[in-house]
T-cell receptor
Framework: KNQVEQSPQSLIILEGKNCTLQ??????????LRWYKQDTGRGPVSLTI?????NTKSNGRYTATLDADTKQSSLHITASQLSDSASYIC??????????FGTGTSLTVIP | KAGVTQTPRYLIKTRGQQVTLSCSPI?????VSWYQQTPGQGLQFLFE???????NKGNFPGRFSGRQFSNSRSEMNVSTLELGDSALYLC????????????FGPGTRLTVT
């Protein structure tokens, strides 16, 4: 069964601290993995897209890693800011443009 | 370049009614995908249209249908609304190629009473 699981479900961190969000998947055949940030009441915005051959990709303070062998990905946020408070969604696509979504990690950054 | 637009942004309907939601993709994009988002289930894929044809479909009942017009604008229709259809409905547009970036609209918040 094609599934995407994210952990933790929610996370609270102090402003300025780093954090890492996890994504495990069983989607096959794998095409690519994306991380999205979704602010409350808005549509998701793409942070990174990684294909099978990429194991690290950065977008500013966001760094995503991918281990295609273990089918795991992580999103590392450095020096968190209050504006990082959002839901982070991991999306894995199969060949043929079929998408599978995790239920997201809700991140709250407090001053 | 204008982003993805969805109308209406908010909608309140009664059980048993039907509703039509609209999505205008980014200019030049030929693929439009629809998603349902609820707090308990997260984002769930409804269907994807590419060049006026349904290319992919999720596991939703036949009450959920869609179409795409020649200008790539898409509509989603839900008939015989149920309380459980209350959700944020998002559409995303892309060029349609494998692995292409998807750009999401702001969503339509549907409440069924």
């Amino acid at each position: 069964k094609n599934q995407v699981e994210q952990s933790p479900q929610s996370l609270i961190i102090l402003e300025g601290k780093n954090c890492t969000l996890q994504c495990n998947y069983t989607v096959s055949p794998f095409s690519n993995l994306r991380w999205y940030k979704q602010d409350t009441g808005r549509g998701p915005v793409s942070l990174t897209i990684m294909t099978f051959s990429e194991n690290t990709k950065s977008n500013g303070r966001y760094t995503a890693t991918l281990d295609a062998d273990t089918k795991q990905s992580s999103l590392h946020i450095t020096a968190s800011q209050l504006s990082d408070s959002a839901s982070y969604i991991c999306v894995v696509s199969r060949t043929g443009n079929q998408f599978y979504f995790g239920t997201g990690t809700s991140l709250t950054v407090i001053p | 370049k204008a982003g993805v637009t969805q109308t209406p942004r908010y909608l309140i309907k009664t059980r048993g009614q039907q509703v039509t939601l609209s999505c205008s993709p980014i200019s030049g994009h030929r693929s439009v995908s629809w998603y349902q988002q609820t707090p308990g289930q997260g984002l769930q894929f409804l269907f994807e249209y590419f060049s006026e044809t349904q290319r992919n479909k999720g596991n939703f009942p036949g009450r959920f249908s869609g179409r795409q017009f020649s200008n790539s604008r898409s509509e989603m229709n839900v008939s015989t609304l149920e309380l459980g259809d209350s959700a944020l409905y998002l559409c995303a547009s892309s060029g349609g190629q494998e692995g292409g970036e998807q750009y999401f609209g702001p969503g339509t918040r549907l409440t069924v009473t």
